[in-house]
């Protein structure tokens, strides 16, 4: 069973910037679409970024374009996520998903198999 635990989540100023991590442990996270989500104070969960086996293609939530970039190491069995020009209202819990039979295409529609448990972001002064 494929294991996912996110870090680098913590406090920032807005404008700030910080890189999640995704490691999945107990498989080849290169058979895997892998997708970020996130959860906000009293907001239900919302994808955010996503990308498929190979690095390609990727799909976004259109509040992030142009601040958050997603990219994948599959030799580290490692997803990032950068978040740069961080805004208050990108606070929450943030989560990676992976899954074999899905693809980012249809993202964020339900199908993700595998969950992390989350890394908290707050961005605030």
């Known amino acids: 069973q494929l294991r996912l635990v996110e870090s680098g989540g913590g406090l920032v100023q807005p404008g700030g910037s910080l890189r999640l991590s995704c490691v999945a442990s107990?498989?080849?996270?290169?058979?895997?679409?892998v997708g970020w989500f996130r959860q906000g104070p009293g907001k239900v969960r919302e994808g955010v970024f996503c990308?498929?086996?190979?690095?390609?293609?990727?799909a976004y939530n259109p509040s992030v374009e142009g601040r958050f970039s997603i990219s994948r190491e599959d030799a580290y069995n490692t997803v990032w996520l950068q978040m740069d020009k961080l805004k208050p209202e990108d606070t929450g819990v943030y989560l990676c998903?992976?899954?074999?039979?899905?693809?980012?295409?249809?993202?964020?529609?339900?199908?993700?198999?595998?969950w992390g448990k989350g890394a908290l972001v707050t961005v605030s002064t």
């Open positions: 998903a992976a899954a074999t039979e899905y693809s980012c295409a249809a993202f964020p529609a339900p199908g993700m198999t595998n």
């Open positions: 990308i498929n086996q190979r690095g390609t293609p990727k």
């Open positions: 107990g498989g080849t996270l290169a058979d895997y679409a």
